[in-house]
Antibody, heavy 122, light 105 residues
Framework: QVQLQESGPGLVKPSQTLSLTCTVS??????????WSWIRQTAGRGLEWIGR???????KSNPSLMSRVTISLDTSMNQFSLQLASVTAADTAFYYC??????????????WGQGTLVTVSP | VLTQSPGTLSLPPGATVTLSCRAS???????LVWYQQKPGQAPRLLIY???NRAAGIPDRFSGSGSGTDFTLTISRLEPGDCAIYYC?????????FGGGTKVEI
């Protein structure tokens, strides 16, 4: 069974870049056809989809964040990563990585990491 | 936009509860997903394609609906069903989540 684990700094200064990595175990990130995704959650905004990278490498991001988001795959490490530039306090949230399973042109998230809290503060 | 109602429900064990998820525009049933999230945990997939139960989900959980109106029904409520329930839609340019319904037992 696939497992995902987020890692990265828990504290980021305003205007800096938030960087998180999701390590995948139990399956190869380059096998099959999945949407490797980042989702965040705050008490105020609920669940917010950040973006995803397909196994082929194609990327789609939330239009509201697109200019600041970079998502990449590292097949040699079986990881994928998120970079969010120019962060503000509004980017403070729990960040989840998840694997999206394609289904009839859409996809659903069957596997999630446990989540990691990132706080943006001086 | 996905609007979930009510915001919070409080019901006794054994009851049946129906949660609503309303889309601002018509949604393909194949795009509608339900999750359960308990405190301190990541969301857990319950239902995909509006009515298909995910692996390991008991048949007390059922989904239905089409167009703009979808429902999640939980029958024979158990204390372990205390959670927030979210719906999700693939809006094309983005994945969208509803604001959630909290179920208290």
């Amino acid at each position: 069974q696939v497992q995902l684990q987020e890692s990265g700094p828990g504290l980021v200064k305003p205007s800096q870049t938030l960087s998180l990595t999701c390590t995948v175990s139990g399956d190869s990130i380059s096998s099959g056809s999945f949407y490797w995704s980042w989702i965040r959650q705050t008490a105020g905004r609920g669940l917010e989809w950040i973006g995803r990278i397909y196994t082929s490498g194609s990327i789609k991001s939330n239009p509201s964040l697109m200019s600041r988001v970079t998502i990449s795959l590292d097949t040699s490490m079986n990881q994928f990563s998120l970079q969010l530039a120019s962060v503000t306090a509004a980017d403070t949230a729990f960040y989840y990585c998840a694997r999206g399973t394609p289904h009839y042109g859409s996809y659903y998230y069957e596997s999630w990491g446990q989540g990691t809290l990132v706080t943006v503060s001086p | 936009v996905l609007t979930q109602s009510p915001g919070t429900l409080s019901l006794p064990p054994g009851a049946t509860v129906t949660l609503s998820c309303r889309a601002s525009q018509s949604v393909y049933s194949s795009d509608l997903v339900w999750y359960q999230q308990k405190p301190g945990q990541a969301p857990r997939l319950l239902i995909y394609s509006a009515s298909n139960r995910a692996a390991g989900i008991p048949d007390r959980f059922s989904g239905s609906g089409s167009g703009t109106d979808f429902t999640l029904t939980i029958s024979r409520l158990e204390p372990g069903d205390c959670a927030i329930y979210y719906c999700q839609q693939d809006a094309g340019s983005s994945i969208v989540f509803g604001g959630g319904t909290k179920v208290e037992i």
